[in-house]
């Protein structure tokens, strides 16, 4: 009896080194895939911030170039400003 005992006792105590084991392994691959994801965040919020401002530049260069074309055509720009006027005015009153 004391032998099944024994036999029983050293089984439960390798399950549970098993189990104790398993566990930390689960916890370091947790706490690597954290600091990943982590850097993944920080190098992805880098790429943003870096396109953001390629757009921005570019925004500003079109609103640049737009507003140098109204300053030589400025005629041009208050009859195509009206005539754009005048086709929302006909949508919004159509629409009624």
Known sequence: MRTQRNGV????EEAQGAVIEAAQTVKDTAADLGAKAQQYAVEAGRQVGAAAQTVYGSGNEVADLVEGMMRKN????VLIAGAVGYGVACLVKNSR
């Open 9 to 12: 006792t050293e089984v439960t």
């Open 74 to 77: 400025v005629w041009a720009s």
